[in-house]
C-alpha cells in the first residue's frame, strides 16, 4: 500500500519547514504509524552521511533521527551544495554527478532528474505509512516555477495535502501568507488544507483578529500558532541561522571567584564556504566553553583554541584567509597555542593542496604548513559513518583514558603523509571489507591535529576529553559540568514534538491522511519512545 502523504510548504526559506517536518515525523511515529521525511530537492552546505555509505541533507538526517529510523539516501536525492554564486557541485541519489550552473539545472537538468525524485518516493512510500515531505523556499517562485521539483509539483506526484508555514518573527506574516496563496494556480491552492504560523512571540490574542480575517480571505483554516523555541539544540538547514558575521567579541559570562573557572574560548574561523557548520553545536551547549565564529586576527590572538572547519571550497577560502592575513595569525598562534582542523580546516592546515581534476578548483595553493601531511583532490567523494580510536594517549600534551571516536566522513581529499607524520586515529565503517583505516594528523608535541570526521564533537567520550586536555593546557581548572549531547538531542526533539503537538490541531493534520490521532500522557509517550508495548 503506498503511503499517505503530509507535505509542509513555507512562504520562503528559513520559516521553520525542517523542524516542524522533524516535529511531525515525531508525532507520528509516537502514533505508532511508520513514518520516513521527504525533500526531493535541498540545497545546503551542511549534509550527513547515511547508513548506504551515501551523501544527503543534514536536515533530512535529523528528520530521520526524529522519526526513529535510519538515514536513507531515499529522502533527499538530490542535493545541491553551492560552490559560488552561480554554479554547485550536484549531487544525485548519494553521489556527486557533477558541476551545474544555476540555469543550467532549472533549465534542462530538472526533467532529466525527476525520474530519479519519483523512483525514491515510491520507494519509500511503499515502505511506510506516512511520509512528510519538505518543500524548499516557497512554491510561489514563479520565475522558477516551470521546472520546479520540490514544492506543488512534488506534492501532486505524492497526491500530498499541505500545510502552509508563514514566520511571523520576520513579519509581514499575513502578506506573505496571502501573497503565496494569490500565485498558486487554482488547483494548486487545492492542495492546501490550511495555514499555520511559527515562532511566535507575544499575546497570542492579540493574533486572534488577523487570523479570523485571513481565514476568511482564504477560505482555508488556521491549522495552529507555534511559539518560538528558545535554546532548541537542533540543527538549522544552513548557515542563514548561524551568528558568524557580527561576532567580534567573547560572549559575556557569569561571574567566577577563580579565574581558572572562567570559560575555555574556542574560535571557529568562519570561512565563506563554511560546510557542516553543525559539528559545533555541541561545543555551543558545552557551560564551561565559549564559542565564537570569528573573521579576525584579534580574536585568534585571544583564543584557547583555534578551530579551522569543513569548506565547501577549501583553496578559495585558503585564499580568503590570506587576503585577510588570518593565515598568519593562525600560524603565529599556533606557536604557543592549540589548533584544529576539520576536513577541509586540516587540508588547510597540510603543505599543499592540489586539484588535478578540477574539482573544487584548478592548480594548486600552498597551505599553512603546521601538518606534515598534503592533500590531492580526487574525483570520487568519500562519504561513510566511521567509529575507531585515537592512536596517541595524549592529547595537548595530557593524558587521555577514553580512545573512542566517532562520526562521518564526507570528503573529496587524498591525504599524502609526509615522512615522520603522526596520524590521529584508526576509523572503520563496520562493513566486513574494511579493515581499518588511517585518519588525520597529529602535530609531535599534539598541540596541533586535523581529522576528516564530521561530527567528531557530538562524542561525548571524546568532547569531554577534548575540553578536559585543552582547560589542563591552559591551566584552567576542569569542567564542573559536561553536556549529554545524545541526551540533549533526544529532550530537544521531545520538547519540539511536543510544542507542536500543542500548537496545531493534530486531529485535522491525521485526518487529512484518514488517519486516527490519540492526545498522549507523559506515561505514554515514554513507553513510546522506548518502543515498549
Same mark, same amino acid.
Not at 593565515?327 to 587540508?347: K, S
Not at 575507531?388 to 591525504?415: K, W
Not at 507542536?500 to 491522511?513: Q, R, S
Given at each position: 500500500?503506498?503511503?499517505?502523504?503530509?507535505?509542509?510548504?513555507?512562504?520562503?526559506?528559513?520559516?521553520?519547514?525542517?523542524?516542524? &517536518?522533524?516535529?511531525? !515525523?515525531?508525532?507520528?511515529?509516537?502514533?505508532?504509524?511508520?513514518?520516513?521525511?521527504?525533500?526531493?530537492?535541498?540545497?545546503?552546505?551542511?549534509?550527513?552521511? &547515511?547508513?548506504?555509505?551515501?551523501?544527503?541533507?543534514?536536515?533530512?538526517?535529523?528528520?530521520?533521527? /526524529? %522519526?526513529?529510523?535510519?538515514?536513507?539516501?531515499?529522502?533527499?536525492?538530490?542535493?545541491?551544495?553551492?560552490?559560488?554564486? &552561480?554554479?554547485?557541485?550536484?549531487?544525485?541519489?548519494?553521489?556527486?554527478?557533477?558541476?551545474?550552473? /544555476?540555469?543550467?539545472?532549472?533549465?534542462?537538468?530538472?526533467? @532529466?532528474? #525527476?525520474?530519479?525524485?519519483?523512483?525514491?518516493?515510491?520507494?519509500?512510500?511503499?515502505?511506510?505509512?506516512?511520509?512528510?515531505?519538505?518543500?524548499?523556499?516557497?512554491?510561489?517562485?514563479?520565475? #522558477?516555477?516551470?521546472?520546479?521539483?520540490?514544492?506543488?509539483?512534488?506534492?501532486?506526484? /505524492?497526491?500530498?495535502?499541505?500545510?502552509?508555514?508563514?514566520?511571523?518573527?520576520?513579519?509581514?506574516?499575513?502578506?506573505? *501568507?496571502?501573497?503565496?496563496?494569490?500565485?498558486?494556480?487554482?488547483?494548486?491552492?487545492?492542495?492546501?488544507?490550511?495555514?499555520?504560523?511559527?515562532? $511566535?512571540?507575544?499575546?497570542?490574542?492579540?493574533?486572534?483578529?488577523? +487570523?479570523?480575517?485571513?481565514?476568511?480571505?482564504?477560505?482555508?483554516?488556521? =491549522?495552529?500558532?507555534?511559539?518560538?523555541?528558545?535554546?532548541?539544540?537542533?540543527?538549522?538547514?544552513?548557515?542563514?541561522?548561524?551568528?558568524?558575521?557580527?561576532?567580534?567579541?567573547?560572549?559575556?559570562?557569569?561571574?567566577?571567584?577563580?579565574?581558572?573557572?572562567?570559560? *575555555?574560548?574556542?574560535?571557529?574561523?568562519?570561512?565563506?564556504?563554511?560546510?557542516?557548520?553543525?559539528?559545533?553545536?555541541?561545543?555551543?551547549? @558545552?557551560?564551561?566553553?565559549?564559542?565564537?565564529?570569528?573573521?579576525?586576527?584579534?580574536?585568534?590572538?585571544?583564543?584557547?583554541?583555534?578551530?579551522?572547519?569543513?569548506?565547501?571550497? &577549501?583553496?578559495?577560502?585558503?585564499?580568503?584567509?590570506?587576503?585577510? !592575513?588570518?593565515?598568519?595569525?593562525?600560524?603565529?598562534?599556533?606557536?604557543?597555542?592549540?589548533?584544529?582542523?576539520?576536513?577541509?580546516?586540516?587540508?588547510?592546515?597540510?603543505?599543499?593542496?592540489?586539484?588535478? $581534476?578540477?574539482?573544487?578548483?584548478?592548480?594548486?595553493?600552498?597551505? #599553512?604548513?603546521?601538518?606534515?601531511?598534503?592533500?590531492?583532490?580526487? %574525483?570520487?567523494?568519500?562519504?561513510?559513518?566511521?567509529?575507531?580510536?585515537?592512536?596517541?594517549?595524549?592529547?595537548?600534551?595530557?593524558?587521555?583514558?577514553?580512545?573512542?571516536?566517532?562520526?562521518?566522513? +564526507?570528503?573529496?581529499?587524498?591525504? =599524502?603523509?609526509?615522512?615522520?607524520?603522526?596520524?590521529?586515529?584508526?576509523?572503520?565503517?563496520?562493513?566486513?571489507?574494511?579493515?581499518?583505516?588511517?585518519?588525520?594528523?597529529?602535530?609531535?608535541?599534539?598541540?596541533?591535529?586535523?581529522?576528516? #570526521?564530521?561530527?567528531?564533537?557530538?562524542?561525548?567520550?571524546?568532547?569531554?576529553?577534548?575540553?578536559?586536555? %585543552?582547560? %589542563?593546557?591552559?591551566?584552567?581548572?576542569?569542567?564542573?559540568?559536561?553536556?549529554?549531547?545524545?541526551?540533549?538531542?533526544?529532550?530537544?526533539?521531545?520538547?519540539?514534538?511536543?510544542?507542536?503537538?500543542?500548537?496545531?490541531?493534530?486531529?485535522?493534520?491525521?485526518?487529512?491522511?484518514?488517519?486516527?490521532?490519540?492526545?498522549?500522557?507523559? @506515561?505514554?509517550?515514554? +513507553?513510546?519512545?522506548?518502543?515498549?508495548?
Amino acid at each position: 500500500m503506498k503511503a499517505r502523504a503530509i507535505m509542509v510548504l513555507g512562504t520562503s526559506s528559513h520559516v521553520g519547514k525542517s523542524l516542524l &517536518t522533524a516535529a511531525l !515525523c515525531r508525532i507520528f511515529a509516537q502514533q505508532g504509524y511508520r513514518v520516513a521525511p521527504f525533500k526531493s530537492q535541498n540545497m545546503s552546505l551542511n549534509s550527513a552521511a &547515511t547508513v548506504e555509505g551515501l551523501e544527503i541533507g543534514r536536515a533530512q538526517a535529523l528528520q530521520a533521527e /526524529a %522519526a526513529g529510523v535510519p538515514a536513507s539516501v531515499h529522502m533527499n536525492p538530490i542535493l545541491i551544495k553551492p560552490s559560488s554564486n &552561480t554554479s554547485s557541485q550536484l549531487v544525485v541519489c548519494g553521489k556527486i554527478w557533477g558541476r551545474i550552473t /544555476a540555469a543550467d539545472y532549472y533549465q534542462r537538468r530538472v526533467e @532529466e532528474l #525527476l525520474p530519479v525524485v519519483r523512483e525514491s518516493y515510491e520507494k519509500l512510500a511503499s515502505q511506510n505509512d506516512v511520509i512528510i515531505l519538505e518543500g524548499a523556499g516557497s512554491p510561489a517562485e514563479i520565475n #522558477l516555477k516551470r521546472h520546479d521539483i520540490a514544492n506543488m509539483r512534488m506534492a501532486e506526484m /505524492a497526491d500530498a495535502r499541505c500545510l502552509l508555514v508563514g514566520d511571523i518573527d520576520r513579519g509581514g506574516v499575513f502578506a506573505s *501568507l496571502l501573497g503565496t496563496l494569490e500565485l498558486l494556480e487554482p488547483e494548486e491552492r487545492g492542495r492546501i488544507q490550511g495555514f499555520a504560523i511559527n515562532k $511566535f512571540r507575544g499575546d497570542a490574542s492579540l493574533l486572534e483578529p488577523g +487570523i479570523r480575517i485571513m481565514e476568511e480571505r482564504v477560505k482555508k483554516p488556521c =491549522i495552529g500558532v507555534v511559539p518560538y523555541l528558545p535554546s532548541l539544540m537542533l540543527e538549522e538547514e544552513d548557515s542563514l541561522g548561524l551568528p558568524i558575521r557580527t561576532q567580534t567579541q567573547w560572549p559575556l559570562t557569569p561571574s567566577i571567584d577563580r579565574a581558572s573557572d572562567r570559560r *575555555l574560548r574556542i574560535a571557529i574561523v568562519a570561512v565563506p564556504s563554511f560546510s557542516n557548520f553543525t559539528d559545533f553545536d555541541s561545543l555551543r551547549a @558545552e557551560p564551561s566553553a565559549s564559542v565564537l565564529f570569528c573573521q579576525t586576527a584579534e580574536t585568534i590572538a585571544e583564543a584557547d583554541i583555534v578551530i579551522l572547519p569543513g569548506s565547501k571550497q &577549501t583553496v578559495d577560502d585558503l585564499w580568503w584567509m590570506r587576503e585577510r !592575513c588570518l593565515d598568519v595569525a593562525v600560524q603565529q598562534y599556533a606557536r604557543a597555542g592549540l589548533v584544529v582542523g576539520i576536513c577541509g580546516g586540516m587540508q588547510m592546515l597540510g603543505e599543499t593542496i592540489t586539484d588535478p $581534476f578540477r574539482m573544487e578548483h584548478d592548480g594548486s595553493a600552498a597551505g #599553512l604548513a603546521l601538518l606534515p601531511i598534503r592533500t590531492i583532490m580526487q %574525483a570520487d567523494k568519500v562519504t561513510r559513518n566511521v567509529t575507531g580510536n585515537i592512536m596517541a594517549r595524549t592529547l595537548f600534551g595530557q593524558p587521555i583514558a577514553d580512545c573512542r571516536v566517532s562520526g562521518y566522513e +564526507i570528503h573529496i581529499g587524498r591525504t =599524502i603523509y609526509q615522512a615522520g607524520a603522526a596520524h590521529f586515529a584508526v576509523l572503520s565503517d563496520g562493513s566486513r571489507s574494511s579493515d581499518g583505516h588511517h585518519d588525520g594528523c597529529l602535530s609531535a608535541d599534539t598541540r596541533v591535529f586535523g581529522t576528516y #570526521l564530521h561530527g567528531l564533537f557530538s562524542d561525548d567520550h571524546f568532547r569531554h576529553q577534548f575540553l578536559r586536555a %585543552a582547560r %589542563a593546557f591552559h591551566k584552567l581548572a576542569a569542567p564542573n559540568e559536561l553536556c549529554q549531547w545524545d541526551q540533549l538531542r533526544e529532550e530537544s526533539l521531545d520538547r519540539l514534538a511536543r510544542e507542536v503537538e500543542k500548537a496545531l490541531d493534530m486531529k485535522t493534520i491525521f485526518g487529512w491522511v484518514g488517519l486516527s490521532y490519540q492526545a498522549m500522557t507523559s @506515561e505514554e509517550l515514554s +513507553i513510546a519512545r522506548n518502543g515498549k508495548a
